[in-house]
């Protein structure tokens, strides 16, 4: 079983939809990481968190540390956020675990 | 400031080989982590140095090592290469260690293994 578990896989979307990704976890995190991955390989770092919520932008993630899951959800989405989207969980004993990734087609 | 570079960006090798890749992380950065990702089983964290002290090892063999200079510079080794470390090696830096502060990525080297 995996550490981190990542869905949808695969996410097709219209320009302007309200898209969500779900994460859910199994180990003791220190904080919660969001990444983005463009065709190419660069990765960028969206959001980290540790409790609650934050917004970026049209990027909001948020953290249920009880249910041990958190979710990345854009607002009004366009073709330039088509992406992969990757949750990593960083733990106190300083491993890192990664889902699988969601990769993210918004069409004009 | 200057991003996270990682040389060199592509490398050929032979099986059995031996391979050093460099991480410079941004400046003021004190942790700087190794990562391997490949198609089949995506991102798979390889160590994390801290003020040239390995924090922690993911779990691959003794063929992968690191290091880390005095100015945070952090190269990987890879020994004896397999066909199977043929992939994509990102390494991240951040202010604080265990991924307590945002990681900032490199390119990344792509190494191919034949």
């Known amino acids: 079983k995996n550490e981190v578990e990542q869905s949808p896989q695969n996410l097709t979307a219209q320009e302007g939809e309200f898209i969500t990704i779900n994460c859910s976890y199994s180990?003791?995190?220190?904080?919660l990481h969001w990444l983005q991955q463009h065709p190419g390989g660069g990765i960028v770092s969206l959001f980290m968190?540790?409790?609650g919520k934050k917004k970026h932008g049209r990027l909001i993630a948020t953290i249920n540390i009880q249910e041990k899951h958190s979710s990345l959800h854009i607002t009004a989405s366009h073709p330039r956020d088509s992406a992969v989207y990757i949750c990593?969980?960083?733990?106190?004993?300083?491993?890192?675990?990664f889902g699988t990734g969601t990769s993210l087609t918004v069409i004009p | 400031k200057a991003g996270v570079t990682q040389t060199p960006r592509y490398l050929i090798k032979t099986r059995g080989q031996q391979v050093t890749l460099s991480c410079s992380p941004i400046?003021?950065?004190?942790?700087v982590s190794w990562y391997q990702q490949t198609p089949g089983q995506g991102l798979q964290f390889l160590f994390e140095?801290?003020?040239?002290?390995?924090?922690n090892k993911g779990n691959f063999p003794g063929r992968f090592s690191g290091r880390q200079f005095s100015n945070s510079r952090s190269e990987m080794n890879v020994s004896t290469l397999e066909l199977g470390d043929s992939a994509l090696y990102l390494c991240?830096?951040?202010?604080?260690?265990?991924?307590?502060?945002?990681?900032?990525f490199g390119n990344g080297t792509r190494l191919t293994v034949t």
């Open positions: 968190l540790s409790s």
């Open positions: 991240a830096s951040s202010t604080l260690t265990g991924g307590a502060s945002p990681l900032h």
């Open positions: 990593a969980a960083s733990s106190p004993s300083y491993q890192f675990y």
């Open positions: 140095y801290f003020s040239e002290t390995q924090r």
């Open positions: 400046s003021g950065h004190r942790s």
């Open positions: 180990v003791g995190i220190s904080a």
